[in-house]
């Protein structure tokens, strides 16, 4: 493969560069010889903040190096850069990328796009509006959202423009300190809003930030995932700048405790999940995943993990580091343990005795063998698993969701056996769960009584539409950094080329409908801005792999493995 002098050209602030490859040179690409390429690593940078891991690892994770070694576990390409790497301009847009993509015209479109989402407060980006579409009544849609800032920020770092970012951060800090109370009922005082908008007063020409917390949100319930986010973030910045100084900041590690408190707090739980209210985080309608969700396990798992690299060691940020490691230990023994399913285990719950009573039961949560659902047995592949929707008393939610699993991969929530068995999963169910527009939110659909019983015959969210079975172009950035840490390209690259069949011409929609997403969404927003910033985060991530180290973390080898599966469920 040669490649020509660079040219410098900008398109929508996007650095192009030539390369000439043919197609079969472009499947055989070694990503860690890329990355070896001293005029895009070999740079003056700080030691990366999150070096510190609690196993103090340095592995990086190479998609080249993806086989697994005689013990099952991956075989990491050795190299530190891949992991620790500063952010720079995407190469994005280029003539022939170096990771095999041709170019597309609508990578500028959708740097076009994100930029006419941009919201200023009194001359500064602090966000994205939720949608640009003129076409519909505005609603909420122009709100900048925290969860769906988060693929709009990535998009920036990764492109070399971190101070929207750094501006976000520190303006939903602040609203973070507002009194909360819906009612006569005061929030807790670390909760994060789910999304602020900019007042403009053309009289006394001023500017002010109004932040919703859930009092104006459908069923009043306030966002759990929100807090975790901005805790994800800020490692991300941290990570992709370098600088730690804003991390460091009072103000932020003072926000990061107050986090931390709502979620670390005893109670009567006797378990390390987390309880919460149905429409707590993505899906914020009802649809049946209140008690312990995935999405917001895996979440904060995650963001357990970046804030043990982000508190300062001191007298207030030690204790919080204690409880912490230990709620970590305890997640990932309970997340492995029992909300893992794969072909042998789901044989063995089938085979399950019921009303087990002492510490040597085995069907622990008293699960009713004859409620299992009829689908799963053939959704199930014999080579595959994921972590279930949620589990508690005597109920498995057996539905895929997306936005959980992904995030177990890219926080090692999962182990690299169970990553890779997740891969394996979304493979072969490629035609259930990317279909003809990726991703599958949540599969399958309810329908029926059950629609009418669990969402409360709720219109927006019918049988293969919305969050009920809905495709959601966001998640391929999602997908596309899952794919990347478990060394499968190939399964993002698949993805991408059938969104881009559609996105653009389709003007970028929220969702689509249908058991294959072949319909664009029957309230679908056009010009959703998390479609447009998903699409380019994924297309940066597989354009140069490096940036997976804003938004993945390394195993920790100190947590407890997940238990085998022939003593599954037992302790």
């Known amino acids: 493969m040669s490649i020509p002098n660079s040219d410098m050209s900008q398109n929508g602030n996007i650095r192009h560069v030539d390369s000439l490859c043919s197609v079969a040179e472009i499947e055989e690409i070694d990503f860690s010889k890329l990355l070896d390429r001293p005029s895009l690593l070999n740079m003056e940078r700080k030691r990366s903040f999150d070096e510190r891991s609690l196993s103090e690892l340095s592995v990086a994770l190479s998609p080249r190096h993806s086989s697994r070694n005689a013990d099952n576990s991956f075989r990491f390409f050795d190299h530190p850069e891949y992991v620790f790497s500063p952010s720079r301009r995407s ?47 505005k609603l909420n849609y122009d709100q900048v959202f925290v969860r769906d800032f988060v693929p709009s920020g990535l998009a920036f770092l990764m492109n070399g423009e971190p101070e929207i970012v750094k501006n976000f951060i520190l303006k939903t800090l602040r609203l973070q300190s507002w009194e909360k109370k819906i009612d006569r009922f005061q929030l807790g005082e670390g909760v994060m809003p789910a999304s602020f908008k900019v007042l403009h007063d053309p009289v006394r020409n001023s500017e002010t930030l109004i932040a919703d917390f859930g009092e104006s949100a459908i069923g009043r319930v306030a966002p759990v995932d929100s807090g975790f986010w901005w805790i994800i973030l800020l490692r991300a910045y941290t990570k992709s700048t370098g600088d730690s100084s804003l991390a460091e900041l009072p103000e932020c590690q003072k926000g990061m405790r107050l986090i931390l408190s709502l979620c670390l707090s005893e109670g009567f739980d006797t378990f390390p999940t987390l309880l919460c209210a149905d429409g707590c985080c993505m899906i914020d309608r009802r649809m049946g995943v209140y008690g312990y969700p995935i999405e917001i396990q895996a979440l ?38 029992y909300f893992w399913l794969d072909f042998k285990q789901l044989n063995d719950i089938y085979r399950y005795k019921t009303e087990e009573y002492s510490h040597t039961a085995v069907n622990k949560f008293n699960v009713i063998p004859d409620s299992l659902p009829e689908w799963v047995f053939d959704f199930m592949p014999t080579r595959g698993g994921y972590f279930i929707g949620n589990i508690s008393p005597a109920r498995m939610d057996f539905r895929w969701f997306c936005l959980g699993n992904c995030i177990a991969i890219l926080s090692s929530l999962a182990t690299p056996e169970q990553s890779m068995a997740i891969m394996d999963l979304i493979e072969s169910r490629w035609e259930e769960l990317a279909g003809e527009m990726p991703l599958k939110v949540c599969y399958p659909a309810i329908e029926s009584h059950e629609w009418r019983i669990v969402t409360g015959c709720d219109p927006k969210n019918t049988r293969w539409s919305y969050h009920n079975g809905g495709s959601w172009p966001v998640l391929l950035w999602l997908l596309t950094a899952a794919c990347i840490k478990t ?78 599966r022939s003593n599954s469920w037992t302790c």
């Open 91 to 137: 190469l994005i847009g280029t003539p022939r990328s170096l990771t095999g993509f041709e170019p597309h015209p609508m990578v500028a479109e959708a740097w076009e796009t994100l930029r006419r989402s941009l919201v200023f407060f009194r001359g500064q980006p602090v966000g994205t509006i939720a949608a640009t579409d003129t076409s519909e009544e």
């Open 300 to 337: 904060f798992f995650m963001a357990l993990r970046c804030a043990l690299l982000l508190l300062k060691h001191d007298d207030e940020g030690k204790e919080f580091v204690e409880r912490i490691v230990k709620r970590l230990h305890a997640l990932s023994y309970h997340m492995r343990s």
């Open 487 to 564: 060394g499968r390209p190939q399964i993002a690259r698949r993805a991408i080329e059938l969104a881009e069949s559609r996105l653009l011409k389709d003007n970028w929609p929220e969702y689509y409908d249908g058991k294959l997403g072949r319909y664009i969404g029957k309230q679908a927003r056009k010009f959703q801005t998390w479609s447009v910033a998903g699409y380019l985060v994924a297309k940066m991530l597989l354009e140069d792999p490096s940036h997976l180290g804003m938004i993945a973390l390394e195993e920790d080898k100190q947590m407890k493995p997940a238990m085998k």
